[in-house]
T-cell receptor, first 113, second 115 residues
Framework: AQSVTQLGSHVSVSEGALVLLRCNYSSSVPPYLFWYVQYPNQGLQLLLK??????LVKGINGFEAEFKKSETSFHLTKPSAHMSDAAEYFCAVSAQSGYALNFGKGTSLLVTP | NAGVTQTPKFRILKIGQSMTLQCTQD?????MYWYRQDPGMGLKLIYYSVGAGITDKGEVPNGYNVSRSTTEDFPLRLELAAPSQTSVYFC??????????????FGAGSRLTVL
């Protein structure tokens, strides 16, 4: 079975500061890993995904994540936070041929002026 | 291209009432899912379907039923609403598990309150 743990249910950063949202995964098989973002009163949108190949994955809106197998981690980063980045972020994992994604509990990102 | 459409967006039910949350996708996706989202709990899978006529239970199926008579539609039914079913429900779809993309497209959600 696959699962993810997101460290920190709430993260607050200043506008222009580095964003770091942590995600560790557990998987008995090579995983697919995802980050989704949810803006208030909306559905989830894909930020980026790791399937195979390059371990540094770039996504939309300047976000990126690095797959580190030795640390079983897939942390999400952005060099400079914008006010518009305030949202809920979900890490998710599935097996490469799995039927569904298992989501973490989410991290709420607050960006302060 | 409408993507995944959910109706209704909001609904208030009394305990014991029944209702159906509708989900339609126009992307010809084989796989469809129902998740519920509760504060601080992330998303939990209720039911999923790998194609018309095929459905299976997810992590939290109790109190719900689904059907998949067509590729496009995947309704979720609550037979006897309970306060524990107060939640935000998301429908999602993707082409298939082995497509390599493995990306879910989500609807905008249906907020259900049971009083």
């Amino acid at each position: 079975a696959q699962s993810v743990t997101q460290l920190g249910s709430h993260v607050s950063v200043s506008e222009g500061a580095l964003v770091l949202l942590r995600c560790n995964y557990s998987s008995s098989v090579p995983p697919y890993l995802f980050w989704y973002v949810q803006y208030p009163n909306q559905g989830l949108q894909l930020l980026l995904k790791y399937t195979t190949g390059a371990t540094l994955v770039k996504g939309i809106n300047g976000f990126e994540a690095e797959f580190k197998k030795s640390e079983t981690s897939f942390h999400l980063t952005k060099p400079s936070a914008h006010m518009s980045d305030a949202a809920e972020y979900f890490c998710a994992v599935s097996a490469q041929s799995g039927y569904a994604l298992n989501f973490g509990k989410g991290t709420s990102l607050l960006v302060t002026p | 291209n409408a993507g995944v459409t959910q109706t209704p967006k909001f609904r208030i039910l009394k305990i014991g009432q029944s209702m159906t949350l509708q989900c339609t996708q126009d992307m010809n996706h084989n796989y469809m899912y129902w998740y519920r989202q509760d504060p601080g709990m992330g998303l939990k899978l209720i039911y999923y379907s790998v194609g018309a006529g095929i459905t299976d239970k997810g992590e939290v199926p109790n109190g719900y039923n689904v059907s998949r008579s067509t590729t496009e539609d995947f309704p979720l039914r609550l037979e006897l609403a309970a306060p524990s079913q107060t939640s935000v429900y998301f429908c999602a779809s993707r082409m298939d598990a082995n497509s390599g993309a493995n990306v879910l497209t989500f609807g905008a959600g249906s907020r259900l309150t049971v009083l």
